[in-house]
């Protein structure tokens, strides 16, 4: 269930960068947030 949810916030913040709209709202920052959040599994696989 977390897995999925995590999926749709990340496709949508993914949406959100490529279409702009969080760099015209200052919230570029998430994509970071959701990098660091993937690197624990990355190192684990």
Known sequence: M???LYYVV???VLILHFTGALARY???W???VLAVT???AVIYL
């Open 30 to 32: 998430l994509i970071l």
């Open 38 to 40: 993937v690197f624990p």
């Open 2 to 4: 977390w897995f999925i």
């Open 26 to 28: 200052n919230l570029e």
């Open 10 to 12: 990340a496709i949508t």
